[in-house]
């Protein structure tokens, strides 16, 4: 899913959206709800209508930003108070009032309000692939204790009940709250999965979670800093723990290579804003790997960037023009790799979809890590 | 045709462009030959493959921006030295210089250096119409005497004979001057009529810039700070004075009504960056005049920007969806304006060859002035 956290992927008009693959998006409840304002949104007839995007949409719950973009935040039981990272202004948002908003807005899949450990204390995330399970030994590395990570999946898990009773009762008669305006009577309700990088707390949380009943299940609390090895051995740990027959969504992830190894791992739906900001930083994704497309030896260099690429800016620009663009500062440079990352990230879910489809799978797989690699790419 | 400074429409991907009835585009010869340079262009096979726009490309001859953007400049009979704006490297601009600079971009159509007056010491364009004729003798206003008007008229022509003896010498034998790479054999050259607000002097400019021959002309110098109306009379007296055959070119103008205007005292072709500059600035251009998409009276209103408009962002987008965009500074607020305002200009000039294929030219001049206003649009 391309995130568009304020009804909009950067960049981006939806036409280049739909162009490059895209189904569904993202919208970021948070940002939404602080302007223009769910209730404005709702007037509108819902975050669709608002936006001018027919197709499926996913709001977050809004936590994520809470814990690492709002300031002199304070959790208690009943929620989270926070100030406005734009204005300053007081704000709370509870279990409850999350799920209000997101009715508000009529996503089709709305998320459960949820603790996080990690997302405020993160350190860049390492690319130490050789890290193994001795790792959870240093769970200090990971920026926060197991007390902590239990703490914030048990609330979480109470958190997930408070939320979903809501969500039932505004299913069950839209008119219960005179002051939430359900937009999409057919919005779905995922729950998230906590408990840190602990096996044990993931079972817990998973059963406690999908206890509860939702429509389907996504694993929060990773990407947040943690060695790549370490969350791919949770997501290996967690997901087949989820019903089969449901999407499984992995929140927040990743490179091109996690979604393979997470894919292999059972998970089905991702986000992560990694293809879009990156792109406005120069960095495109290809099958190779990350190109730096202000490196100088780019500077005359007529190919495409990935010359296996059937996107709009590889059928028609070079990497030469691209470079210029993105020297001079220029806004459709932005736009250019932009549209070039999210065709890249389809494409791969795309052919992943297909290869399983066919069996072949494990093929791609390999063939991927073959081709592919983190370090920049040389030409 | 919209502007390309830096080989690109701000803003926009060329299929945007394409999509906004675009035939044609401009690219600025300073920027381009300061960065990435003509050299590195005409390696790349010329502007039209570097920047992968196939269709036809007019360059300015780097003049008015070394009048109007560089510093230290200083003119004599040979050019103009001036220090980039990019990193104060002094450069050089000759008539035979800024020929062979665009014989390497290989433009469609080349424009000879001139020698500007005004454009460094320009006043805010007024918007006064009820100035006349009187505005002759207020010289002063204009920021620049008859005598230096004069001056650079004269030089102007001095420097259109150079600047063609040039290019007709490169397209006799390509291979004349070693060092500038021909990448457009069919390059037409369009000389550039000077002579401030004078009539006379305006007549003495035609004349002698006829005489020399080019594929077609330009007026320059004007929308430099004069009063409407007095670039209204100085078009007027002049455009008719060209050759009817060829086409008749007004540069860096103007807001819609000036281009009807123009159009209607015989002018067929324009640049501005007006559209595209105002969309980032949150002004959109309409039948009815100019909305600023940021005043509070459009946060929810559910309109398109111009009803009667065709263009993608109005069939698409309401006012308080791109309001919402462009106050929280979102990249696309700044692309869905420029698309509307781009296939609005584009648009009112099919009309206007329409109405002149149909002899209707007259109806449509009045009916726009009787829709259209300067002043911000009411809702």
Redesign the interface.
């Known amino acids: 899913m391309p995130v568009g956290t304020?009804?909009?992927?950067?960049?981006?008009?939806?036409?280049?959206v739909r162009d490059a693959g895209a189904e569904i998006i993202l919208g970021n409840t948070y940002?939404l709800h602080l302007?223009?304002g769910d209730r404005?949104i709702a007037?509108?007839g819902g975050l669709h209508a608002?936006?001018?995007w027919p197709h499926p949409i996913l709001t977050d719950s809004g936590g994520y930003q809470v814990f690492s973009l709002a300031a002199m935040r304070k959790v208690t039981e009943d929620g989270v108070a926070f100030r406005s990272h734009l204005d300053g202004a007081l704000c709370a948002l509870s279990p409850e009032g999350a799920t209000d908003i997101q009715a508000r807005l009529g996503s089709d899949i709305a998320m459960v309000l949820d603790e996080l450990v990690g997302a405020d204390n993160r350190y860049p995330i390492t690319d130490n692939r050789s890290l193994g399970a001795a790792d959870r030994d240093r769970i200090s590395d990971i920026g926060y204790r197991t007390s902590d990570a239990r703490a914030a999946m048990e609330r979480s898990v109470r958190w997930a009940r408070r939320a979903r009773a809501r969500m039932l009762r505004l299913r069950e008669d839209p008119a219960v709250a005179a002051d939430v305006q359900v937009t999409n009577p057919g919005q779905a309700q995922f729950g998230i999965i906590q408990g840190g990088v602990d096996p044990a707390l993931r079972t817990e949380s998973v059963q406690a979670t999908v206890g509860i009943g939702f429509e389907a299940y996504a694993i929060g609390g990773l990407s947040v800093g943690e060695p790549v090895d370490l969350m791919y051995e949770v997501v290996g740990h967690t997901a087949p723990q989820l019903p089969a027959g449901r999407p499984r969504y992995l929140m927040g992830t990743g490179m091109p290579d996690d979604l393979v190894e997470c894919v292999a791992r059972g998970i089905d739906l991702f986000d992560c804003v990694l293809p879009t900001r990156n792109a406005r930083n120069g960095q495109l994704l290809t099958r190779h790997g990350v190109l730096v497309i202000k490196n100088a030896q780019y500077?005359?260099d007529?190919r495409p960037p990935d010359s296996g690429c059937g996107c709009?800016t590889c059928r028609?620009?070079?990497r030469?023009?691209l470079r210029?663009?993105f020297?001079?500062g220029?806004?459709?440079?932005?736009?250019?790799l932009t549209?070039h990352n999210l065709y890249f990230y389809l494409d791969l879910m795309a052919r992943i979809r297909e290869a399983i489809g066919f069996g072949s799978f494990e093929k791609l797989r390999q063939e991927f890590h073959q081709t592919f690699s983190r370090r920049p790419q040389q030409p």
Chains 1, 2 share one sequence.
């Open positions: 304020r009804g909009a992927i950067k960049g981006l008009t939806f036409r280049d940002h302007r223009p404005l007037r509108a608002f936006i001018g500077s005359e007529r709009y028609t620009f070079s030469a023009y210029h663009l020297m001079a220029e806004m459709t440079a932005a736009t250019l549209v």
